[in-house]
């Protein structure tokens, strides 16, 4: 099949929405598919009534820094092409049998492609309030698309708001074993705790640095390791260590050298930083942020506590500092789940739906 995914803009640093299309991507160029993914400068309409008047300039000078399109925080197989254009008119988008809109700012476009672009489907991956407004959210779950979800829990909030099943699946995520594996003994590990820092208001990280704070009270020697694609706005405690863009293989040593992952975000598609952390032997702490759920079951595999709550956040994460038999139960049963989700068992899936006619 010739399949075109289509993002919302260009990611110079990880993110988890366009993490997700470029392991779609490789995986399905290596089962044979022809695959494009369109990056659109411009993707709102408010944006793209603009462009004659300031963002020509802009989309010339940007497209003279991507003549060679380049993702350097991700390894994007030389099979897939990259293609990059000023704004989703139609004109500027391949003929193909299957085309994907991955985000509610792509599928706004997408929906109104002729039949020449290919079969329609929709990569959900986006949430209101945080993600985008929820009547436009909303607006593209009811239009005419197969809609993919990545996590049973996005699946039943587009099914309460649209009440629409038939043209709904979900196909939870996989993680790359091959890299996300366990080196270090769950055992032998030190008190040392990582956290996924990001600037993004539902990740909610001043939250985590509040748990912390409480546990680092309790035990004066905790390590905590902070890793993200930014360096945070405000100060972080000085006994505490900021990674800034962690080389794949430093984070999976990071996690390794973990007891405990912490996940503070309000909501999550699906959360790839506890699951990653999962398959390389940390107990997991984390709020229930919706899409953890595919996975993280409390008290069997992880401990979850509601969002926007710090301090029951550091009491589950001195549960384990005080317990380490259930921090190491806890370790194995993560790990042994997570080995449920892999990229070949979802692609298999998707491959499956995208022939679908």
């Excluded at 598919?33 to 940007?62: D, F, G, M, N, W």
């Excluded at 020697?221 to 794949?248: C, D, H, Q, Y």
Aim: with cysteine.
């Amino acid at each position: 099949m010739q399949i075109t995914f289509v993002l919302p803009g260009w990611a110079r640093k990880p993110s988890g929405g366009f993490k997700v299309v470029y392991e779609y991507a490789n995986r399905l160029s290596e089962r044979g598919h022809k695959i494009r993914i369109v990056h659109s400068l411009l993707t709102s309409p408010e944006q793209a009534s603009l462009k004659k008047k300031i963002a020509t300039p802009l989309i010339l000078a940007t497209n003279l820094l991507f003549e060679i399109p380049r993702v350097s925080w991700f390894d994007i197989s030389p099979k897939v092409d990259i293609i990059i254009v000023k704004d989703l008119e139609e004109k500027f988008i391949p003929e193909g049998d299957v085309i994907v809109a991955a985000g509610w700012q792509t599928a706004e476009y997408v929906v109104q492609y002729s039949s020449f672009k290919g079969r329609k489907f929709y990569l959900v991956m986006d949430f209101y309030p945080w993600l985008g407004p929820k009547d436009r959210i909303e607006a593209t779950w009811r239009a005419p698309f197969k809609k993919i979800t990545i996590s049973h829990w996005l699946y039943e909030k587009i099914l309460q708001a649209t009440m629409q099943r038939n043209d709904l699946i979900a196909i939870p995520l996989g993680i790359n074993h091959r890299r996300f594996n366990l080196i270090e003994d769950v055992n032998l590990r030190a008190n040392r705790i990582s956290m996924m820092y990001s600037r993004g208001s539902y990740k909610a990280p001043e939250d985590g640095i509040s748990a912390l704070e409480i546990c680092k009270a309790q035990y004066p020697t905790l390590e905590v390791t902070l890793f993200g694609p930014a360096r945070p706005r405000k100060a972080i405690p000085s006994w505490m260590v900021f990674r800034k863009n962690v080389p794949e293989e430093d984070l999976v040593r990071i996690y390794n050298q973990s007891k405990i992952h912490v996940c503070c975000s309000l909501a999550e598609g699906f959360a790839f930083p506890p699951a990653e952390a999962m398959a390389c032997g940390c107990a997991v702490v984390s709020t229930d942020c919706g899409g953890i759920r595919e996975y993280a079951e409390h008290g069997v595999n992880a401990l979850l506590s509601p969002p926007e709550d710090p301090k029951g956040l550091a009491q589950n994460v001195l549960r384990l500092l005080d317990d380490d038999n259930l921090r190491v139960r806890l370790a194995k049963a993560g790990y042994e789940k997570i080995q449920e989700f892999t990229w070949d068992k979802a692609v298999t899936r998707l491959e499956e739906v995208l022939r679908q006619k």
